[in-house]
């Protein structure tokens, strides 16, 4: 591999809604997304496809409501319409650095975004365009993790990422458990059978099922989504089909 030659040529990288929130408690922080722009762009300077997928949980969540006695499939309905906001805002951010992005959503909002195309996705992808997945996958139940496993298997991506606020996988929530133990390397059954929570079950079999291999990083550290990505660096955690021994 040259310099010139990114280790993944395409990629597709899940973003919570609460990566948006900086250190707020609700919404969008700008100076945040701004940030994440300039993350992306790197990655497009180097060569590489980029699609994302966004969450809503900053705005709204659709299962938090449902336990409090709303229809589940309606705030579901709402949840997605947070990711589509979501996904506007990304987009305006990373075109006001000098790329061009689509947003292509899962249920149909012409007015305001794309629908969500398997082969114009891929187009807009060979046309280095950033593609911005919103909606989830259009339907209640399943969650933007499973969109996001879903999305990175139909346009072929090399890897996806799953940006955290910590470094990696750890055997329990390190802000509870200091002692917690951090995973370089897991398979998709280790994660499913020690059930750690970085994302639900239904997203961890698609990548099991399909070959998609997963890596989960810490998105606040700067530099690292370039570093994994354009030179191949063995950052944050590894799952794939591989059973770890450790």
């Not at 993350?39 to 496809?49: K, N, P, S, Y």
């Not at 993790?145 to 329990?172: F, P, Q, W």
């Amino acid at each position: 591999m040259t310099s010139n030659t990114p280790a993944f040529k395409r990629v597709l990288l899940k973003l919570s809604g609460e990566a948006l929130m900086g250190g707020g408690d609700y919404g969008i922080e700008p100076e945040v997304i701004s940030r994440l722009a300039l993350e992306i762009r790197e990655l497009i300077d180097g060569g590489v496809q980029v699609a994302v997928v966004v969450g809503g949980g900053n705005i709204f969540r659709g299962a938090g409501l449902a336990g409090g006695g709303m229809d589940r499939v309606t705030g579901d309905q709402m949840g997605m319409l947070a990711t589509v906001m979501n996904s506007l805002a990304l987009q305006d951010a990373v075109e006001r650095i000098g790329l061009t992005a689509r947003v292509m959503s899962a249920v149909r909002i012409n007015q305001v975004c794309e629908d969500y195309i398997r082969r114009r996705a891929i187009r807009h992808l060979e046309k280095s365009r950033v593609v911005i997945c919103a909606a989830g996958t259009g339907n209640p139940f399943f969650t933007t993790d499973s969109a996001a496993s879903l999305r990175a298997i139909e346009i072929n991506a090399d890897l996806m990422l799953k940006a955290t606020k910590v470094d990696g996988i750890y055997s329990e929530d390190p802000v509870r458990n200091p002692q917690a133990e951090r995973y370089s390397h897991l398979s998709y059954d280790q994660v499913i059978d020690q059930r750690l929570a970085v994302m639900d079950t239904t997203a961890i079999v698609l990548c099991r099922d399909n070959g998609m291999p997963l890596r989960v990083f810490d998105i606040g550290a700067a530099g690292h989504l370039r570093r994994i990505v354009c030179d191949g660096e063995d950052l944050g955690t590894l799952v794939d089909n591989q059973i770890s021994t450790r």
